[in-house]
C-alpha cells in the first residue's frame, strides 16, 4: 500500500497538535517523527516527551525514525512513548540484529535505515526481519535539503530484490521529497513516502492533499 510519513520536523512547534490534527484529517496515513541526538547527526531534536504528548492527537501511524547512536537502549522508552514504527540506522547499531529484535518483541513494526552512501547491501542479512527498508534520499540531520540523484536508484536496486525474494517490505523515501520528484521515487519502487519541508511550508492541508492525489493514483 501507498502511504504519506510527513515529517513533523519542518513544523511550526509552537502549533504542533494542531498541525498533527491537520495532516490526520487531511487523509495521511503515517506521522514521521524525527528523533536526533546531536551525535549520530549533528542536530538535536525532540524525544519521547513530545511523542507522548502529541500521541492524544491522532491514531496514525507513529514513523519514528531514530537518527541516534545505538537506538537499542531506548527502544522501550519510545514504544512506551507511542510508537508504532521504530527504524533505527544500520550505522548506528553495533548489534542491528539485536535491536531489530527488540523492536519486534515490543509488539511493533521494525524498520531499518541506510544513509546515502551506505550500500543496500549493507541490510541483506535483516531485509527478511524487517517491514519496512527507509532509503535515506540525503544526508540525515536536516529539513529541506535537496534529494541526492544516486539514491534513487538505491531504491530500485531495493524494489528489485524485495520483489525478486517475494517479500511484502514497505519501502520508504525520506529527505527533499516534493511534489515534482515524488512519482520518479515511487517508478523507482518506494511506497511510503516522507516529506517534510514540501507539507509545511505552505498551506499544510493542500500540501497533504496534493501529495496524496498522486500517491493514492
Ligand atoms: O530524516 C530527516 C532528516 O534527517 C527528515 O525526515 C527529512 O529531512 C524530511 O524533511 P524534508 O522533506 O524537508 O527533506
Ligand atoms: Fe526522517
Keep these: 500500500m501507498n502511504c504519506l510519513s510527513p515529517s513533523i520536523l519542518s513544523a511550526d512547534f509552537s502549533r504542533l497538535g494542531e498541525q498533527i490534527k491537520e495532516l490526520d484529517e487531511a487523509g495521511a496515513q503515517y506521522v ?10 549533528p542536530s538535536i531534536s525532540f524525544g519521547m516527551p513530545v511523542i507522548r504528548a502529541i500521541r492524544a492527537c491522532t491514531d496514525r501511524i507513529f514513523d519514528v525514525h531514530l537518527m541516534i547512536e545505538e537506538p537499542g537502549r531506548y527502544i522501550d522508552e519510545f514504544a512506551e512513548a507511542g510508537a508504532d514504527l521504530i ?10 540484529d539485536r535491536t531489530i529484535e527488540k523492536i519486534k518483541e515490543k509488539g ?7 544513509n546515502p552512501a551506505t550500500p ?5 542479512c535483516v531485509l527478511e526481519k524487517v517491514d519496512m527498508v527507509l532509503v535515506m534520499t540525503v544526508n ?27 517479500l511484502k517490505t514497505d519501502i520508504e523515501v525520506d529527505g527533499g521529497v516534493n511534489l515534482s520528484n515524488v512519482e520518479e521515487l515511487m517508478d523507482a519502487g518506494a511506497n511510503i513516502i516522507v516529506a517534510g519541508s514540501a507539507i509545511f511550508s505552505g498551506d499544510v492541508t493542500e500540501n497533504t492533499i496534493r501529495f496524496l492525489n498522486i500517491i493514492n493514483e
Design 32 to 41: 514521521h517523527i524525527d528523533v536526533m541526538d546531536g551525535m549520530f547527526v
Design 108 to 114: 511493533l513494526l521494525a524498520g531499518v535505515a541506510i
Design 87 to 96: 527504524t533505527v540506522h544500520a550505522e548506528s547499531c553495533r548489534h542491528l
Design 140 to 166: 540525515p540531520g536536516f529539513g529541506g535539503q535537496k534529494l541526492i540523484p544516486y539514491t534513487v536508484e538505491k531504491v530500485r536496486e531495493l524494489r528489485k530484490i524485495v520483489d525478486e525474494k517475494g
Design 120 to 124: 543496500v547491501s549493507a541490510i541483506s
